[in-house]
């Protein structure tokens, strides 16, 4: 498939991630490249990606290998998640989402989770930075840390902040430790604030989950039954924390049945464009006073016209003005 790289959407520790549109279509997906020498994560992501099929998990459509600049790229192309990520999405919401908004969430995050888990697949790397905001609901993404359950015990791997206690210790990275890191991102998105005290350094961090026998602080904000919902994925043991099955049908996402429709109406405006030509003069017009974050080597007029302005895709018109084709600020927090 001949496509064009449009701009870039997102960094990890090895890979970029870009908006990405198919010279023949139109259709606009998301490509994370990495040089082909240093691709083995990407990979193995392809690997994990390629097998699963779930609304909750970021849909997979490819990869490729391609030589830019004198350079082997390794393409993998997924599902374009125009609203970007949760910790996107806390920040536009001014630092909190509320309660109710959370609870719906987490149901969609706890959904894909017991699709991995019941594959035997941990992914290792839960946080709201991994998981992103779809047109039609959140998506875990991300698999570069995951892992098959029956592999045989591989490096523990994800972020020191989300790491249950066994993981932390080195012992085990298993389904439960999953649900410690679900609850980690539970408090980031009621809080605003990781689950640990930033004060102090990283190795004390990892040694006070380690060793110290605490859990993270639960917000003394929250509803009782969203504490003892965090409860339940916070136990030190992972023996103890609950399963993904039993999460679901734990009162904090279960009493959410009745307001699922309302909340979903308040994200209609967050569906994605799913191809650059779809898009028409009929939208506002607005002026393009943003900087644009970058712009590639365009090959296609159609392409030309589309950019995206610090989060906000906009498509330039004949006269030179910019339209939002997708912005996904809102104001219902
Ligand atoms: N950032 C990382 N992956 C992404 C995707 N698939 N869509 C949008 N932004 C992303």
Redesign the pocket.
Known sequence: MAWTRLAA??HGSFAT?Y?AASSSSGDLF?V?SAELLNSDFLQTEQRILSSLSHPSI?GYKGFDVTTENGKLMYNLF?????C??LADEIVRRGGRIKEVTAAFYTRQIVRGLEYLHKRGLVHCDVKAKNI?IGGDGLKI??FGCSKWVLESPAAVCGTPMFMAPEVARGETQGISSDIWALGCTLIEMVSGAPPWPTAGDPVSTLYRIAYSGDSPEIPSFLSATAKDFLGKCLRRDPAERWSTSQLLKHPFLGELSFGFEIIKELHSDFESPTSILDQGPWNSLEEGSQTLLKTETWEDDRIKRLSVFSGEIKWKMRDDNWITIRSCVNDDN
């Open positions: 959407v997102g991630v908006l998301a994370k970021v997924m599902e374009y998640a125009a970007g990520s992103l993404a991300d």
